[in-house]
């Protein structure tokens, strides 16, 4: 006779989803503790260099919870969860390949344009930008600022500012778009108020 697998609190996992089923939604977190080293590990040697694991773990998690009324008691929770991890693996490369064939075709011509756009700029406009960027990164917390730093003046490869900070490469990578994308917008910001004022 097959044991039934516990969680780390010592509960029988399908004890614990019928109490979740129930109401008793913290019951979950056992769930998540139990399943969540196993999965993360699984995921980090399925998914590319790419791909976030920690977030892709916590989408899993979410969806079995919200998919937890369809599960068969008394079935292989542990294979139940991983082939809902599978799914969001499989639609996650889908997406990425996506973005990847959309800047295959179209990043050039866009990167030439504004390029041509930047280079056609008076000096004076490209300081004012050089002016506003420093602004915005004063504007941004010591935390933040630091991963500039590392990256584009100390020029530290990500694999260090993932050490450095205990965060994955993928996890650096998203930070450092998310940090460009918001000097952009605060630069641009600034450019339109002085614009609007003359």
């Known amino acids: 006779m097959m044991a039934k697998q516990t969680t780390s609190d010592d509960f029988p996992t399908n004890d614990v989803i019928l109490r979740v089923l129930r ?16 999965l993360r590990a699984w995921l980090a040697t399925q998914a590319p260099p790419a791909v976030d694991v920690d977030e892709l773990a916590q989408r899993t998690f979410v969806a079995a919870y919200s998919k937890l009324g369809e599960f068969e008691q008394h079935s292989d929770f542990a294979a139940w969860l991983f082939t809902i991890a599978r799914f969001q693996l499989k639609t996650e490369l ?22 041509d756009r930047r280079s056609s700029e008076p000096p004076e406009l ?63 910001s600034h450019m339109a108020a002085e614009g609007g004022a003359t």
């Open 23 to 38: 109401g008793e939604t913290p019951a979950f977190e056992s769930i998540v503790r139990r399943f969540e080293r196993p």
């Open 126 to 188: 490209q300081q004012q930008r050089l002016d506003h960027l420093s602004d915005c990164l004063n504007l941004l917390a010591e935390h933040l600022r630091r991963y500039i730093t590392w990256r584009y003046e100390d020029e530290i490869p990500l694999e260090e500012m993932a050490t450095r900070s205990g965060r994955s490469v993928s996890a650096v990578k998203k930070q450092l778009w998310q940090l460009r994308r918001r000097l952009h917008e605060c630069i641009e």
């Open 94 to 115: 889908t997406r990425l390949r996506r973005v990847a064939d959309y800047h295959a075709r179209f990043a050039p011509d866009l990167l030439q344009r504004e390029l």
